[in-house]
Structure formats: C-alpha cells, structure tokens
C-alpha cells in the first residue's frame, strides 16, 4: 500500500470513529433525557430528544393507545345510557333531564381550556403532562360509579340533583385526563406520517374501547336484573376498566420526551387562572385557520355521534322491541371499525387524511339516512346500515385526532396544551350536545318517562322522533361538517 493510500485510510478510520463516537453520545443524551433530566433547568426551555422521522418507542405507542379505553369508555357509555337512565329508571321527565345531562357538560366546557393551561404550564416546568393525567385517572371512577348509583329513595327531582353533582365530579376529573391526553401525538413525534401510525394505533383501541364498554356495560347492567342494582353493578364494573386504561398511558408515555423540530421549545410563561386558558385557546382558534375550520368540523361530528349513541338504547327498547338490542346495535356499529381501521389507515396515505376524512363522512351520511326506513324493514335492515355507519365512524374518529396533531405542529408546541384544550372542551360539548338533542326531539315529541320495572306507553310522535333522531338528524350534522372541511387545506407531507 503506497503512504498516500494509507494516508486515506487512516482518515478515512478517524472519519469513522469520529461519526461512530457522535452517534454513541446522542444515543448516550437520548438515554438520559429519557430518563427525566430536563435541559435548562425549570424556567428554561424544554430539550427535545427525538430526531424529525423518528419512530416513537413502542412502550410510549402501546401506552398512549391504551388510554382510549378510559376516553373512549367514559366519552361513550354516559352517552349511550345516561339519557335513558334517567328517563326510564330514575323517572325523570325528559326536559328535566336534558338540564342534568347539560349542566355537568357545560361546567366541563368551561374548565377545558383552563386545565389546558395548566398542561402547558407542567410541560414547561417537568418536561411532561402526566401530573394531570394521574390525578384524573384516580378521581374518575369515583364520580362515574356514583353516577349510577342514585338511591331509589329518591323522587325525580332528587335523583336528578344526585346525577348532576356525581357527574359533575366525573366529567370534571375526565378533563384533568383528556386534555393532556389529546396533546400528547405532537410531544411524542414531529412525523407526519408518524402521527398517524400513533393514532391508528389509538384509534383501534379506541373502537375495542367502546365496543367492550358500550356493548358490555348494558349487558352487565342487564345480567344485574336491570333498574338501580343493574346500573350501580355495571359503574363499578365500568370504573375499573377505565382507571387500568389510564393508568397504563401514564406510565407508558412518562419519559417519552417531546420532538420537534429545531430541538427546543420555550412555552410560554404561565399565567395561572381561567382567564389565560380562555385567552390561549381563543388566540389559537382566531390565529390559525387550518386549526378553526378542524375543530368546527370535529364539533359537528361530535355532535352527530352523541345523538346516535343516545338515541340507540330508545331504538332498541321502542322500535327493535328488546331492550337487550343495544348491544347488538353497538356489535354492528364497533365492529367492522376494527376491521376497516388498516383499510383507513391505507387511504389516507395515498389520498391524504382531509380526503380520506370527506369519504367517510359521506359513508356516514348515506348509512344514517338509510336508517330512516328502519320501522317498516326487517331488523337486518337496521343492523346493516349501522354496520355500514361502523365503518365510517371508524375514519370521522382517526383522521380528525390525526390531523390535529399536524395543526399543532405547524402552530407551534407551546400553544398544544390550549389547542387540545378547546378541541376537549369542543369535544366535551358536542357530544354532551347529542343527548340534549334527542331528549328535547322526544319531548317535543310527547315522550312519557318511568320508573325502573314500568314499561310507558309512547305515543306515535314519540316513536317518530326516536327515528328521527337516530337517522336524520346525525346525517345533517355530518352534512354540515362535510361544507366546513372544504376550506381545510391539507399540509406539506414531511417524513
């Protein structure tokens, strides 16, 4: 070998050993700030570990999807049940009830941008959002089994203050978890399609979630012999299974630091109180329109899906004829969403998520109206439109919560803890608004609620609106979205 070649081979070994030591020491910081040590102390800025393309671990994936079952559990079965719990075990007239379903929503609503706030503020000092998430995860049953366990002692107007004030405590301490909850796609990774991949992930928890727990919990409820019993032995059951799901994403996702590009980001400072989270939540949805137009469509949505799941427990008990057809209805509904949610995934990688997002709403507006004809068909009629509704619900729940991720990111991740909090609170009250809606259509409707073990006979616009309001009414709604979502503009992919 001449002394020019070995010349450039022992460089070309310096060059190696070099890019190999600079690897060991990120791969040495990453491990570290794993492990918890933040960058510039508490008032500085947060370091960011991940590089832009990065996988996120599997541990952080698994525990993130996992919280779906607390969100998707608590998000579905008060919406399913609580409505008629009321009406048809508690004896509560219909309009009464519509107050105590609201009044706990809109406490939620209020509170929602606040906590945001406080998540943004805990990102900056501990370079996490788990605190918050632990205290909800902890606090959650407690106010969910109290909610079903009113005492039979209680006249209407009683039972219906002991809801208010149980669900008040639940939905206060669904807040404290949600929030972060949504705002956690965007610390774990900076990848588009990487988000995506983590919300898959959730979203197919999410569907096993509420098919376990909305199909589940009345069944339960039903095997209890039904009435106050059957309702406080289906909580207790329902409480659990929420707080193992919560649970798990907090110890999952803790140390699982927060990507962006750039490798840091300076939070603003906090400012505690309900005004700044009324403040940073307004400033986001008046600065960013990708961010307005998303979460208008998401409201809407929302509200469609609590009507439907509202109006399901009347369909099955007045129209299907069986109480029990709920979780038939709910087998048809979840299911194919597990199937399809790989088929979803698929598309949107080839069509882009808004696109693939305006097909399945479209889906769902043609399954919702065939549910119209539901009286005068079979009753494989009914179970095949919500089938067919299934498999859209599964894309109106993953690409809305996988583009918001993206919006975020573009805004910036100092404003993700507000962000998340308004989407929550918009959440919060679109589907709180679903239950409100279909009991103001069976009052209008001339419904005649009852105690538990006493069957009321319904007038024929009582059961006309029970249709209604499973079929034409979350068709409209998703029609609306779907005029909203034309002014939102897909982002540049990134890796």
């Known amino acids: 070998m001449t002394s020019a070649r070995r010349s450039w081979a022992r460089s070309g070994g310096r060059r190696r050993r070099s890019r190999d030591g600079w690897a060991g020491a990120r791969r040495r910081r990453w491990r570290r700030q794993r492990r918890g040590r933040r960058g510039d102390g508490e008032g500085g800025a947060v370091t960011l570990v991940r590089?832009?393309?990065?996988?996120?671990?599997?541990?952080?994936?698994?525990?993130?999807?996992?919280?779906?079952?607390?969100?998707?559990?608590?998000?579905?079965?008060?919406?399913?049940?609580?409505?008629?719990?009321?009406?048809?075990?508690?004896?509560?007239?219909?309009?009464?009830?519509?107050?105590?379903?609201?009044?706990?929503?809109?406490?939620?609503?209020?509170?929602?941008?606040?906590?945001?706030?406080?998540?943004d503020h805990e990102l900056r000092r501990r370079s996490?959002?788990?605190?918050?998430?632990?205290?909800?995860?902890?606090?959650?049953?407690?106010?969910?089994?109290?909610?079903?366990?009113?005492?039979?002692?209680?006249?209407?107007?009683?039972?219906?203050?002991?809801?208010?004030?149980?669900?008040?405590?639940?939905?206060?301490s669904f807040s404290l978890f949600q929030v972060p909850y949504i705002a956690l796609p965007a610390d774990l990774t900076d990848g588009y399609r990487e988000r995506t991949r983590l919300l898959s992930w959730r979203i197919a928890v999410l569907a096993l979630a509420i098919l376990v727990v909305g199909a589940g919990g009345p069944a339960v409820r039903d095997a209890a012999g039904g009435g106050h019993r059957g309702y406080l032995v289906m909580g207790v059951v329902v409480a659990v299974v929420l707080l193992v799901g919560m649970l798990a994403t907090v110890l999952g996702v803790r140390g699982a630091a927060a990507p962006a590009a750039g490798g840091t980001v300076t939070p603003p400072s906090p400012a505690p109180g309900a005004a700044a989270g009324y403040?940073?939540?307004?400033?986001?949805?008046?600065?960013?329109?990708?961010?307005?137009?998303?979460?208008?469509?998401?409201?809407?949505?929302?509200?469609?899906?609590?009507?439907?799941?509202?109006?399901?427990?009347?369909?099955?008990?007045?129209?299907?004829?069986?109480?029990?057809?709920?979780?038939?209805?709910?087998?048809?509904?979840?299911?194919?969403?597990?199937?399809?949610?790989?088929?979803?995934?698929?598309?949107?990688?080839?069509?882009?998520?808004?696109?693939?997002?305006?097909?399945?709403?479209?889906?769902?507006?043609?399954?919702?109206?065939?549910?119209?004809?539901?009286?005068?068909?079979?009753?494989?009629?009914?179970?095949?439109?919500?089938?067919?509704?299934?498999?859209?619900?599964?894309?109106?729940?993953?690409?809305?919560?996988?583009?918001?991720?993206?919006?975020?990111?573009?805004?910036?991740?100092?404003?993700?803890?507000?962000?998340?909090?308004?989407?929550?609170?918009?959440?919060t009250a679109g589907l709180a608004s679903g239950p409100v809606l279909v009991l103001l259509m069976l009052a209008a409707g001339g419904f005649v609620s009852s105690a538990a073990g006493v069957r009321a006979e319904q007038p024929d616009t009582a059961l006309t609106a029970i249709v209604l309001a499973f079929s034409l009414a979350p068709a409209v709604l998703v029609a609306a979205s779907l005029l909203l979502l034309r002014r939102y503009q897909e982002p540049e992919v990134s890796p």
């Open 51 to 119: 590089e832009r393309g990065d996988r996120v671990p599997r541990r952080a994936v698994a525990g993130y999807a996992a919280g779906s079952v607390g969100t998707g559990g608590f998000g579905t079965l008060p919406g399913l049940v609580l409505a008629y719990y009321l009406t048809d075990t508690l004896a509560v007239p219909a309009l009464l009830a519509s107050l105590v379903v609201v009044i706990p929503k809109v406490w939620d609503v209020a509170i929602d941008p606040v906590v945001g706030t406080w998540s």
């Open 128 to 172: 996490t959002r788990t605190r918050l998430m632990t205290l909800g995860a902890l606090t959650l049953p407690v106010g969910f089994v109290a909610t079903f366990a009113a005492p039979e002692t209680l006249g209407p107007w009683g039972a219906a203050a002991w809801v208010v004030v149980a669900f008040l405590l639940a939905t206060t």
């Open 279 to 427: 403040r940073a939540g307004l400033r986001a949805l008046r600065e960013h329109t990708a961010y307005r137009v998303l979460l208008g469509v998401f409201v809407l949505q929302a509200v469609a899906t609590g009507t439907m799941l509202a109006a399901a427990q009347y369909v099955a008990t007045y129209t299907l004829g069986s109480q029990a057809a709920l979780t038939f209805l709910f087998v048809a509904l979840v299911g194919p969403a597990l199937l399809v949610m790989p088929l979803w995934t698929g598309y949107s990688a080839r069509h882009g998520k808004a696109r693939s997002l305006t097909a399945a709403s479209v889906l769902f507006v043609v399954a919702a109206l065939a549910l119209t004809a539901v009286p005068v068909l079979p009753t494989w009629w009914a179970y095949t439109c919500v089938a067919l509704a299934g498999v859209a619900y599964a894309g109106m729940q993953l690409f809305p919560l996988a583009m918001l991720p993206d919006v975020i990111s573009r805004a910036g991740r100092h404003q993700g803890g507000a962000m998340s909090g308004l989407w929550t609170a918009g959440e």
